[in-house]
């Protein structure tokens, strides 16, 4: 869509050239159960995504490279929400496209314990796995899949279920390991910091001792506020995949933007300490919940995927609807967050007009735009160009709109382009640079 003076509108997109300002009128634009995904493996440096179960409201995630992605499944309780659920849950992520996108791990969340054995041995509850850890991370790995499970560096956990103090950190991990589990969540309940500065690296050695590759997230800087002196990220680092950093998601629009206000207030410290291997963690998605609108959704999915946010989902797989579905397996967008780079991104505006720009460093030149209103009227006309958003190359590029797939051709630097930014919506580009005419780089 080469620019000019001409002005075609895309839904929910963007357009070159144009010089209207401001808003579009009408006619313009239009806890008990937790399922998860994670993207690739932790190995490779790429978050991982997934799906957890039980006690849906302390989900965590990692990512890969770069980000990753997990599911919260809602709404069964009691026995059911146990084994025969998991099985459910790996049923779907296996042939509804999920784990072939990268959705690969399943997690199982708070809830699961039923106590020690008589040698001290973690052990499920019976009753909702009466068939035991070892046979669901058996059946989950015969679909391709990885099982990640849930505990607490504290007395107990954050439900009350038996946690891993110090003295049995070496045996849980072996436990876990002998299991074949491929993931551990180490909630930070019911513990003082000296024994959470202790046990967090203790449990990383442990693990590595199994020499079973068990993806590390860790909820320690989350107890300690989230920012240096308190928190050592370069720790953290070596001895963690990923981590939480600050409060729990709730199922609202209000709580995603608590907790991308907190990253970007403190995107200086935290943007650095992500890459390969190491992520920031957000917290679960809430797509396919209650608490926010389509565009929110969306909104949310596409500022986590600029975060380089491990990718949980939170929603219940065997009754997801089409449109939901359509945003969590956006494959252009799982590709960004999946990006080798591992790179973080930034807002680098904030506009008066309650717009927001977010941008991320790509492989091979590319950059992913998040251009996000707060606005809660009506959509909004943005104009901007490259040159604007602190692009100085001669490059010619093309822009790809994640979520329609419209493709923008012929900009420069200095080129002038208007997005339609629909209310608490985000408009979000995957900018490549072409040096010769060609087809968009999918």
Known sequence: MPGGSSEPELEGGGAL????????????????????????????????SGSA???RSRQITLPQQSAAQEAEVVGVRGSSAGERLFME??????????????????????????????????????KRFPNGIAFLADYAHSLGLKLGIYEDMGNFTCMGYPGTTLDKVIQDAQT?????VDMLKLDGCFSTPEERAKGYPKMAAALNATGRPIAFSCSWPAYEGGLPPKVNYTLLAEICNLWRNYDDIQDSWSSVLSILDWFVDNQDILQPVAGPGHWNDPDMLLVGNFGLSFEQARAQMALWTVLAAPLFM??????????????????????INQDPLGIQGRRILREKSHIEVFVRPLANEASALVFFSRRTDMPYRYHSSLAQLNFNSSNTYEAQNVYTGDVISGLHTQTNFTVIINPSGVVMWYLYPIRKLGTPQH
């Open 314 to 335: 939170s929603t219940d797989l065997r009754t997801i609807s089409a449109q939901n579905t359509d945003i969590l397996q956006n494959p252009l967008m799982i590709k």
């Open 17 to 48: 050239g144009g010089s209207e300002e401001g808003l579009l009128g009408p006619q313009g634009a239009g806890h008990d159960v937790a399922e998860g995904i994670l993207i690739g493996s932790a190995a490779e440096g790429v978050p991982p």
């Open 176 to 180: 876990f390991a002998e299991w074949k």
């Open 53 to 55: 179960l039980l006690e």
């Open 89 to 126: 849950m790996a049923d779907h992520l296996a042939q509804d496209g999920w784990r072939d996108l990268g959705y690969t791990y399943l997690n199982i969340d708070d809830c699961w314990i039923g106590g020690r054995d008589a040698k001290g041995r973690l052990v499920p509850d019976p």
